[in-house]
């Protein structure tokens, strides 16, 4: 097979009730007007969604194709990879998403669960006035309170809410409850896992007519109820005055770069994950036109130093790793 290059992937797409529009309008994807988008898997590699190269000499090729006949030019460091270990995704929340909490990875192995833990964290690019999230308790809180105001429908009283601005980035580690609400649109960086436990859905119905499942019994085993108020954060400064970083935990990094020129992203014997979020970004290397807005690259460990370049003056790139 050809040599490793940076990658794009075709989008998956999953019509989840809560979704909308605005990777059309927003993202300026070509979608069918009748349909309803909630996420757009970027990078995936789960038997709930696996990408696919789109272009150059490995197009069609699956990431799990890459990552079995190419894994020490992919993961350089990290290599060998059971699976590729993050998922890069965009979320349109045309209505409030469920309220859930996702298990750790002790948790989800003494469930016997096939998926690892999951933290994620959430960088908003549009937020509708008045949008809103809920992260976190707004103070601890124990077990029994918890499955009480679940049972009795009212456990809004317990969560703690704000109001993300594009631009704002919410770490949500394994184990804090939370949910996305309608009006915000997000780029999303989490573990290749697909374990949610829905604690409520506001009461709503499903597209069948009927109460979506809830998993509460198995969501109270794996909440953190010592998770207190999650804020949004623009990040700290990471050395380099164009790069803050957003996000530094067990599973990934994420960064923000603002690019105003060039500038060489260096994955230090790793894969790097990069999505553009503002302006258009010409890749070194890469067999596309520049990167705009919602478009995702995988630049692989082989490649090394990268040359980035801002088209048309300011853009800004998301770029996220294993540590």
């Avoid at 998922?87 to 192995?109: E, F, M, T």
């Avoid at 082989?302 to 790139?317: F, M």
Wanted: with cysteine; hydrophobic share 40%; glycine share 10%.
């Amino acid at each position: 097979m050809p040599d490793l290059y940076p990658l794009r992937f075709e989008p998956i797409y999953k019509d989840y009730m809560w979704g909308g529009q605005r990777f059309a309008s927003v993202l300026g994807r070509p979608l069918d007007a009748e349909g309803v988008y909630a996420e757009s898997w970027e990078i995936a590699d789960h038997p709930e969604g696996m990408s696919v190269v789109a272009a150059g000499p490995l197009a069609g090729s699956t990431l799990a194709q890459l990552r079995q006949e190419h894994g020490p030019s992919l993961f350089g460091r990290h290599h060998p990879q059971p699976q590729f270990p993050l998922l890069l995704k965009y979320l349109d929340a045309n209505r409030h998403l469920s309220l859930q909490v996702h298990p750790d990875d002790r948790c989800a192995a003494a469930m016997g669960l096939t998926d690892p833990g999951k933290t994620e964290a959430w960088y908003i690019l549009d937020a509708e006035p008045g949008s809103c999230m809920w992260a976190g308790f707004a103070e601890s809180a124990d077990r029994a309170a918890v499955e009480d105001a679940l049972r009795q429908g009212d456990v809004e009283r317990l969560l703690h809410r704000v109001e993300p601005q594009p631009g704002d980035c919410i770490f949500v580690p394994a184990g804090t409850v939370h949910a996305l609400g309608a009006g915000l649109m997000v780029a999303e960086i989490q573990q290749m896992s697909d374990n949610t436990f829905r604690l409520s859905d506001w009461g709503r119905l499903g597209t069948d007519g009927k109460p979506r499942q809830l998993h509460v019994d198995e969501g109270l085993q794996a909440i953190d109820y010592d998770r207190g108020p999650v804020e949004p954060t623009q990040g700290q400064p990471a050395g380099d005055p164009s790069v803050r970083r957003l996000v530094e935990c067990e599973q990934f990094v994420l960064d923000c770069h603002t690019l105003n020129g060039e500038t060489l992203i260096d994955g230090d014997d790793r894969c790097v994950i990069m999505t553009a979020v503002a302006g258009q970004i010409d890749v070194a290397g890469d067999v596309a036109p520049p990167l705009r807005r919602g478009q995702t690259i995988l630049l692989p460990a082989s490649a090394g130093p990268t040359r980035l370049a801002a088209v048309d003056g300011t853009a800004t790139v998301l770029t996220a790793f294993v540590p």
